[in-house]
């Protein structure tokens, strides 16, 4: 099992929230498309398993891209891997860009799952997101993606969003369900520095929601999605049953991936991979054959960190055997005090010899995994 | 000895005192060029970044006039409030004085009262005017200035730029010309007195000392008046830039001494050296004994870092022999030193030579003042930190030190000034025009008011250009209470200050406001409350932790995320736990910073 991600670094605008790596200037995008393409082609010896089994586009904007800049790539992975038959084929889009002409290529193309950016039906967030379209945009996009027959669908929402209130999020969850998408993605909005809403915090201009609030909104997101018939499989991830995203799978529980692209990260178990976070010492590196990039090499202590804070986010929690067995630690005994603490407190259960998360202690994610690291 | 002069520099900080030291220096060859590091005389890295002389030192100089040679000593004296009594021992220690003013700043409160000190001695005061070269520079004004604090006549006032090296001869010639050569009976029983001390970690102590009568030879044993211990005078010499061991320091000269001493606390400065086998009857006068005015505990950030801090500490108090202190445990803090400082700066400089000489991060709890209580039974007890203070039921009443302070500056400010200082519990005593557009203001305040922020507000309020001096007057009755702060219904010992009663509740308000910010969410709800005895006075709640999780987690994300935890979790390893409230250490600096 080996997935493969590729990174298209460019964007309309930017969103105010983002720091993801992008550019808006898509001057050298079809040089970008010839460096990927390079790249795909050094590194084919980097997966252990050349079997591909998923292949996904994320971003920036991959749905920026033409359709035949698209079907070069997907040609490039054909031929010097193997993609799986059944393989997933995940294109990141926007909903502006999706018009019935490009959801008929690319549907041609082999992709078989949209992750759409809607983040809000809310024309006021979007707007104050700077998002280049508003709900109606998204929606028709999602209902011609449906008429097209493109039914593994996931869309992106966002909540936490400063001055958001329950009855807005409940308007969000509504529209949503009636799309009636297989996936939802939900966020927690975090504001990151170098934004435009990092500097609007900085400022004082924005205040981050109460996390109270934002705990409340998090039990409504994970209610309303359970009763409408949506699995939690992961803190941020909702799918109906069978419909669970394999390549973000494959980020919770350590298969092997490579990363393609400038700021793509790459993961073969023992040491993780950056490209340089630049498009054009990206572009000039391929040129020369090369690759700027960085290498961390995992320590044990690393290794077992990244499988807690991975795993424990996961439906199925923590494999305690597993994790005994593959990287040496006995939670249970190295974590005694912090664990019958959080048992104790009904944030983790443990069944089965794994370790999960109750509904209050997604809540806590991040703090539970705080006391069970080394 | 007509040979001899001897000679400090009295300025504020800033004025150009270091610089024009150097000017000295090089004018008369005791340096060359090549050798000049600028601000020569501040051999401490911290006291050439801060721009200030924290310990003083001596230099001999030699320099040939109308075809004679002269030795000049120069005695430089530190420029700070804290050191206000090792600046009286420097000056008690020349026959003159250069008082430097910068040209475009004027005379400040700090240099007035160095001056008042210089006077007292009957020293000569050469009246010099630095930084001419500047643009800003306002000569006539300033000389107005100088000519009515020392009624000089303006023709006896040098122009000088230490930048430029303009005017540095004429410094050097009127120090020859107007500075009285000392006077003193070489034939009388030795008599010398100690203005100055620093730590050598291969032969220990050097005293630096000026003979008054009779002389010193290596050899020769000595005593010590004031501790009364005895030495040998292993070696005894001038200090040029480097040291020079002679065989006899004369009447009137400046020299130090090596005699293999360990501990600094046995060399006190003002004490007088005498020899053993034909001593003077008389020490010569004016020496104290050092006492520190602010108390505060220092403890390591990591606990497991106690034996290192006491070894740094003691390291550190080899060559400050003013810093005292003692062991103290805090049941938040674990084990500490409650230590004693000359003052707000002296404890800064303590903590700063900490990190940067022994690499000791340390938390420093609240400062506090010597409070005296008066108990019921008649008894007087001091009161040096909080947890000191005695039951309420069994005190009389408390005494604080109130000090006289004088604050110069521009006189548009003194309306903020004046409501500063009463806020702080300051009375207003006199306010004097030194100019029309310079004013002094003298004030009757108490020490626990001025060791916090005041010195920070008043260089605001005045646009930086107050400047404050001020000299502790003795103990007023006040009404003082100890205020405590409870976590979750622990009272953190670490956090309780002593504080008047009028303050108190403001005090508990602000505090509780500021822990509130600092304190992280728990898993449950952390009350914070302020009390006075068993009376809560203020209470604000850290609410429980509701959600704590990252949103996405994906590829890259994973490693961004696993370094975030990792140091969450090396920040939590630093934080101190008080029952079962885990407390950031910058939450014990809090009060500190209430502003």
Same mark, same amino acid.
């Given at each position: 099992?080996?997935?493969?991600?590729?990174?298209?670094?460019?964007?309309?605008?930017?969103?105010?929230?983002?720091?993801?790596?992008?550019?808006?200037?898509?001057?050298?995008?079809?040089? =970008?498309?010839?460096?990927?393409?390079?790249?795909?082609?050094?590194?084919?010896?980097?997966?252990?398993?050349?079997?591909?089994?998923?292949?996904?586009?994320?971003?920036?904007?991959?749905?920026?891209?033409?359709?035949?800049?698209?079907?070069?790539?997907?040609?490039?992975?054909?031929?010097?891997?193997?993609?799986?038959?059944?393989?997933?084929?995940?294109?990141?889009?926007?909903?502006?860009?999706?018009?019935?002409?490009?959801?008929?290529?690319?549907?041609?193309?082999?992709?078989?799952?949209?992750?759409?950016?809607?983040?809000?039906?809310?024309?006021?967030?979007?707007?104050?997101?700077?998002?280049?379209?508003?709900?109606?945009?998204?929606?028709?996009?999602?209902?011609?993606?449906?008429?097209?027959?493109?039914?593994?669908?996931?869309?992106?929402?966002?909540?936490?969003?400063?001055?958001?209130?329950?009855?807005?999020?409940?308007?969000?969850?509504? =529209?949503?369900?009636?799309?009636?998408?297989?996936?939802?993605?939900?966020?927690?909005?975090?504001?990151?520095?170098?934004?435009?809403?990092?500097?609007?915090?900085?400022?004082?201009?924005?205040?981050?929601?109460?996390?109270?609030?934002?705990?409340?909104?998090?039990?409504?997101? =994970?209610?309303?999605?359970?009763?409408?018939?949506?699995?939690?499989?992961?803190?941020?991830?909702?799918?109906?049953?069978?419909?669970?995203?394999?390549?973000?799978?494959?980020?919770?529980?350590?298969?092997?991936?490579?990363?393609?692209?400038?700021?793509?990260?790459?993961?073969?178990?023992?040491?993780?991979?950056?490209?340089?976070?630049?498009?054009?010492?990206?572009?000039?590196?391929?040129?020369?054959?090369?690759?700027?990039?960085?290498?961390?090499?995992?320590?044990?202590?690393?290794?077992?960190?990244?499988?807690?804070?991975?795993?424990?986010?996961?439906?199925?929690?923590?494999?305690?055997?597993?994790?005994?067995?593959?990287?040496?630690?006995?939670?249970?005994?190295?974590?005694?005090?912090?664990?019958?603490?959080?048992?104790?407190?009904?944030?983790?259960?443990?069944?089965?010899?794994?370790?999960?998360?109750?509904?209050?202690?997604?809540?806590?994610?991040?703090?539970?995994?705080?006391?069970?690291?080394? | 000895?007509?040979?001899?002069?001897?000679?400090?520099?009295?300025?504020?900080?800033?004025?150009?005192?270091?610089?024009?030291?150097?000017?000295?220096?090089?004018?008369?060859?005791?340096?060359?060029?090549?050798?000049?590091?600028?601000?020569?005389?501040?051999?401490?890295?911290?006291?050439?970044?801060?721009?200030?002389?924290?310990?003083?030192?001596?230099?001999?100089?030699?320099?040939?006039?109308?075809?004679?040679?002269?030795?000049?000593?120069?005695?430089?004296?530190?420029?700070?409030?804290?050191?206000?009594?090792?600046?009286?021992?420097?000056?008690?220690?020349?026959?003159?004085?250069?008082?430097?003013?910068?040209?475009?700043?004027?005379?400040?409160?700090?240099?007035?009262?160095?001056?008042?000190?210089?006077?007292?001695?009957?020293?000569? *005061? @050469?009246?010099?005017?630095?930084?001419?070269?500047?643009?800003?520079?306002?000569?006539?004004?300033?000389?107005?200035?100088?000519?009515?604090?020392?009624?000089?006549?303006?023709?006896?006032? @040098?122009?000088?730029?230490?930048?430029?090296?303009?005017?540095?001869?004429?410094?050097?010639?009127?120090? @020859?010309?107007?500075?009285?050569?000392?006077?003193?009976?070489?034939?009388?029983?030795?008599?010398?007195?100690?203005?100055?001390?620093?730590?050598?970690?291969?032969?220990?102590?050097?005293? !630096?000392?000026?003979?008054?009568?009779?002389?010193?030879?290596?050899?020769?044993?000595?005593?010590?008046?004031?501790?009364?211990?005895?030495?040998?005078?292993?070696?005894?010499?001038?200090?040029?830039?480097?040291?020079?061991?002679?065989?006899?320091?004369?009447?009137?000269?400046?020299?130090?001494?090596?005699?293999?001493?360990?501990?600094?606390?046995?060399?006190?400065?003002?004490?007088?050296?005498?020899?053993?086998?034909?001593?003077?009857?008389?020490? !010569?006068?004016?020496?104290?004994?050092?006492?520190?005015?602010?108390?505060?505990?220092?403890?390591?950030?990591?606990?497991?870092?106690?034996?290192?801090?006491?070894?740094?500490?003691?390291?550190?108090?080899?060559?400050?022999?003013?810093?005292?202190?003692?062991?103290?445990?805090?049941?938040?803090?674990?084990?500490?030193?409650?230590?004693?400082?000359?003052?707000?700066?002296?404890?800064?400089?303590?903590?700063?030579?900490?990190?940067?000489?022994?690499?000791?991060?340390?938390?420093?709890?609240?400062?506090?003042?010597?409070?005296?209580?008066?108990?019921?039974?008649?008894?007087?007890?001091?009161?040096?930190?909080?947890?000191?203070?005695?039951?309420?039921?069994?005190?009389?009443?408390?005494?604080?030190?109130? *000090?006289?302070?004088? @604050?110069?500056?521009?006189?548009?400010?003194?309306?903020?000034?004046?409501?500063?200082?009463?806020?702080?519990?300051?009375?207003?005593?006199?306010?004097?025009?030194?100019?029309?557009?310079?004013?002094?203001?003298?004030?009757?305040?108490?020490?626990?008011?001025?060791?916090?922020?005041?010195?920070?507000?008043?260089?605001?309020?005045?646009?930086?250009?107050?400047?404050?001096?001020?000299?502790?007057?003795?103990?007023?009755?006040?009404?003082?209470?100890?205020?405590? *702060?409870?976590?979750?219904?622990?009272?953190?010992?670490?956090?309780?200050?002593?504080?008047?009663?009028?303050?108190?509740?403001?005090?508990?308000?602000?505090?509780?406001?500021?822990?509130?910010?600092?304190?992280?969410?728990?898993?449950?709800?952390?009350?914070?409350?302020?009390?006075?005895?068993?009376?809560?006075?203020?209470?604000?709640?850290?609410?429980?932790?509701?959600?704590?999780?990252?949103?996405?987690?994906?590829?890259?994300?994973?490693?961004?995320?696993?370094?975030?935890?990792?140091?969450?979790?090396?920040?939590?390893?630093?934080?101190?736990?008080?029952?079962?409230?885990?407390?950031?250490?910058?939450?014990?600096?809090?009060?500190?910073?209430?502003?």
């Amino acid at each position: 099992m080996s997935g493969i991600y590729i990174h298209i670094p460019y964007c309309k605008q930017a969103c105010y929230y983002c720091d993801f790596h992008f550019s808006t200037s898509l001057q050298n995008k079809q040089q =970008m498309v010839e460096a990927l393409k390079k790249e795909l082609k050094l590194r084919t010896t980097y997966l252990s398993d050349p079997v591909i089994h998923t292949l996904y586009f994320g971003g920036g904007t991959p749905s920026l891209l033409d359709s035949h800049e698209l079907a070069d790539l997907i040609e490039m992975v054909r031929e010097t891997y193997q993609l799986a038959p059944d393989a997933e084929l995940t294109l990141e889009a926007n909903p502006d860009d999706l018009t019935t002409e490009k959801l008929t290529q690319i549907k041609a193309l082999g992709v078989n799952r949209l992750s759409i950016g809607v983040q809000s039906f809310d024309d006021e967030i979007l707007q104050y997101f700077n998002r280049s379209h508003d709900s109606s945009a998204a929606i028709t996009s999602i209902r011609e993606a449906q008429g097209l027959g493109i039914e593994n669908i996931s869309i992106d929402l966002i909540f936490g969003v400063p001055n958001q209130t329950r009855a807005m999020l409940q308007k969000d969850l509504e =529209m949503a369900l009636s799309l009636d998408t297989p996936h939802i993605s939900i966020y927690g909005l975090t504001i990151e520095e170098d934004t435009v809403f990092g500097k609007w915090h900085q400022q004082n201009k924005l205040t981050p929601m109460d996390d109270d609030l934002a705990g409340q909104h998090l039990m409504l997101i =994970m209610e309303t999605l359970s009763a409408a018939g949506y699995e939690q499989y992961e803190i941020s991830n909702f799918s109906k049953p069978g419909w669970r995203s394999h390549h973000n799978s494959s980020y919770w529980s350590g298969t092997h991936y490579l990363g393609i692209g400038p700021a793509a990260h790459s993961y073969d178990g023992d040491s993780r991979q950056y490209n340089v976070s630049h498009n054009t010492k990206y572009i000039k590196a391929l040129k020369n054959g090369e690759l700027a990039c960085e290498i961390e090499t995992l320590s044990q202590k690393d290794k077992i960190t990244e499988f807690v804070l991975t795993q424990i986010r996961k439906s199925e929690g923590i494999n305690l055997e597993q994790l005994h067995r593959q990287l040496d630690y006995d939670l249970q005994r190295t974590k005694a005090a912090e664990l019958s603490q959080l048992l104790a407190e009904q944030l983790v259960y443990i069944e089965d010899n794994s370790l999960t998360l109750t509904q209050k202690g997604k809540l806590l994610g991040d703090w539970v995994t705080e006391q069970l690291i080394p | 000895m007509d040979h001899l002069r001897n000679f400090c520099i009295i300025a504020h900080i800033d004025h150009g005192k270091s610089t024009l030291a150097d000017r000295l220096l090089q004018n008369t060859g005791t340096v060359t060029g090549r050798d000049m590091q600028a601000q020569l005389l501040d051999d401490m890295d911290l006291e050439r970044e801060r721009g200030i002389t924290i310990k003083s030192h001596a230099i001999q100089m030699a320099y040939k006039h109308e075809g004679k040679d002269y030795t000049l000593n120069l005695i430089d004296t530190p420029g700070h409030v804290d050191f206000s009594y090792e600046v009286s021992r420097s000056i008690a220690a020349c026959e003159g004085a250069l008082l430097i003013v910068d040209a475009s700043q004027g005379i400040e409160a700090q240099t007035i009262s160095n001056l008042y000190l210089a006077l007292e001695h009957d020293l000569e *005061i @050469i009246p010099v005017l630095n930084k001419i070269d500047l643009p800003g520079a306002r000569p006539e004004e300033v000389s107005e200035e100088i000519i009515d604090l020392i009624g000089c006549d303006m023709e006896d006032i @040098i122009h000088a730029s230490g930048k430029t090296g303009f005017g540095v001869d004429n410094i050097l010639d009127a120090i @020859i010309k107007r500075v009285p050569a000392p006077k003193g009976k070489p034939d009388e029983p030795l008599q010398a007195m100690i203005f100055d001390s620093q730590f050598n970690s291969f032969r220990g102590i050097e005293v !630096i000392f000026r003979v008054f009568n009779g002389s010193i030879k290596k050899g020769d044993k000595i005593k010590f008046v004031a501790t009364g211990k005895t030495y040998e005078a292993d070696e005894i010499g001038t200090l040029g830039l480097q040291q020079h061991p002679q065989k006899e320091i004369k009447t009137g000269d400046v020299g130090y001494l090596i005699s293999g001493i360990k501990v600094a606390k046995e060399v006190k400065v003002g004490d007088t050296i005498t020899a053993i086998d034909r001593p003077t009857t008389e020490m !010569i006068k004016g020496f104290e004994e050092v006492k520190p005015m602010v108390f505060a505990g220092i403890y390591p950030v990591d606990t497991q870092d106690y034996e290192e801090l006491r070894a740094s500490m003691e390291k550190l108090q080899l060559n400050d022999a003013s810093l005292v202190w003692e062991p103290e445990t805090s049941a938040a803090l674990g084990f500490g030193f409650r230590c004693g400082f000359l003052g707000m700066l002296h404890m800064e400089i303590i903590q700063e030579r900490l990190e940067r000489e022994f690499d000791m991060t340390v938390i420093t709890t609240v400062p506090s003042v010597q409070f005296k209580a008066f108990m019921t039974d008649g008894s007087v007890q001091d009161i040096n930190a909080p947890s000191e203070m005695p039951d309420p039921s069994r005190i009389k009443h408390v005494e604080e030190p109130f *000090i006289k302070a004088q @604050i110069i500056s521009k006189a548009d400010y003194v309306g903020p000034i004046i409501s500063l200082c009463m806020d702080k519990r300051g009375t207003i005593q006199n306010q004097v025009y030194l100019t029309a557009d310079r004013v002094e203001l003298t004030f009757d305040i108490p020490l626990s008011e001025i060791v916090f922020d005041f010195f920070d507000k008043l260089k605001t309020i005045s646009r930086g250009y107050a400047s404050l001096d001020y000299e502790l007057t003795g103990l007023k009755q006040s009404n003082m209470v100890k205020l405590d *702060i409870m976590l979750n219904g622990e009272a953190v010992d670490a956090l309780s200050a002593i504080v008047h009663r009028d303050k108190a509740y403001e005090w508990g308000k602000r505090l509780c406001e500021k822990l509130k910010e600092l304190i992280p969410r728990q898993m449950f709800e952390i009350p914070i409350q302020a009390s006075i005895g068993n009376k809560i006075i203020s209470r604000e709640t850290v609410k429980a932790m509701r959600k704590n999780v990252l949103a996405k987690c994906y590829g890259g994300d994973i490693s961004r995320k696993r370094k975030l935890l990792d140091k969450q979790k090396k920040g939590k390893k630093r934080m101190r736990q008080v029952g079962n409230v885990e407390i950031p250490q910058d939450a014990f600096m809090a009060v500190l910073k209430l502003d």
